[in-house]
């Protein structure tokens, strides 16, 4: 299974020279907690609502006087649309991340896949599990009280 099913399309993007407060005003708007640096359609890195509060307000700078630039973490670890979500989960393990840009083979982005994403994928899947248990106790109770 690819990322393609579980990945968000509607990322929310900025360019390098967006000030802080730019940046900000797109979170709210679009109720999100990153946004994605792009140039040329290629993540170039990534901002969370946590870097704004650590790096411009707790540093006590004026949000409009940084870019996004400034603030981004970068070079943003990707995933490619093909990947597999348990190789995902390894990734975000290892890298100390929640979210991921997902990209094509020219490092486009296409989409966004979060822990949550990750998470309700596995939680859906050990629900099926859990559902073949219990069918094959069924059939085993039908065929024990079956004369």
Do not use: F
């Amino acid at each position: 299974m690819s990322l393609e099913r579980i990945s968000h399309t509607d990322v929310v993007t900025v360019p390098p020279d967006a000030t802080a407060v730019e940046v900000a005003h797109q979170m709210r708007a679009r109720h999100t907690g990153s946004v994605v640096v792009v140039e040329d359609h290629c993540p170039i890195g990534i901002i969370t609502d946590r870097d704004i509060v650590v790096k411009v307000v707790a540093a006590e700078v004026d949000p409009t006087r940084l870019s996004a630039k400034d603030i981004m973490a970068a070079p943003p670890s990707l995933v490619n649309i093909n990947y597999d979500p348990l190789d995902v989960t390894r990734i975000m393990r290892a890298r100390g991340v929640r979210r991921l840009p997902v990209v094509d083979e020219h490092r486009h982005l296409l989409g966004m896949v979060t822990l949550d994403d990750v998470l309700r994928l596995l939680g859906h899947e050990i629900a099926n599990l859990a559902d073949t248990v219990d069918m094959e106790i069924r059939k085993e109770t039908d065929a024990i009280s079956s004369p």
